[in-house]
């Protein structure tokens, strides 16, 4: 299988995508492409990599949401794969309103186990496809950031970017 890489400079940093036939397979804010690939199910992960300069409308939706317009980027097509639990919490996360985070508690009500927080924490963790499934969006009951893979710098500017 043959991706498409590409990096894209943002406000928070360098930004690289992954994707296959128009689905990013893993996103983040790195230069580094090698981080990026540890997150791809290992019957997804590409064999080769080709770097672009553009990626149609997944590069459109990464300018619009530093433009102020973070809806398009929950219209790309993410392209991962896990066991039912987590997979239906990526799905519920991409239905996060922008400026409205929740708290993992109430992600795991909106991933349909309540009890499960642990495993919506871990949907986060496992996420590759970074401000496409907007793990950003969760944040600890008491209202702190909690973790986030690519710093609590960038989580907190994303943030504050759909708060308005």
């Not at 890489?5 to 983040?28: K, N, Q, W, Y």
């Not at 990599?49 to 459109?60: C, F, Q, Y």
């Not at 309103?97 to 309540?114: D, H, I, K, M, Q």
Request: aromatic share 8%.
């Amino acid at each position: 299988m043959k991706a498409q890489l590409l990096t894209m400079p943002t406000p928070d940093g360098p930004f690289t995508i992954l994707a296959r036939e128009g689905a990013v397979l893993a996103s983040g804010w790195t230069a580094e492409p090698g981080e990026l690939t540890g997150q791809i199910h290992p019957a997804l992960r590409p064999s080769e990599v080709e770097a672009v300069t553009d990626l149609g409308p997944i590069s459109l939706a990464v300018e619009a949401f530093y433009l102020g317009d973070p809806g398009p980027a929950m219209s790309v097509a993410v392209l991962q794969r896990s066991g039912p639990f987590r997979s239906h919490a990526w799905d519920m996360l991409r239905t996060v309103r922008p400026g409205f985070p929740v708290t993992y508690t109430e992600y795991a009500e909106l991933s349909g186990n309540p009890k499960a927080v642990r495993a919506a924490a871990s949907a986060c963790a496992f996420n590759a496809a970074a401000l496409f499934v907007p793990c950003h969006r969760v944040i600890r009951t008491d209202g702190t950031l909690g973790g986030f893979r690519w710093g609590l710098a960038i989580k907190k500017s994303l943030l504050d970017r759909e708060a308005g």
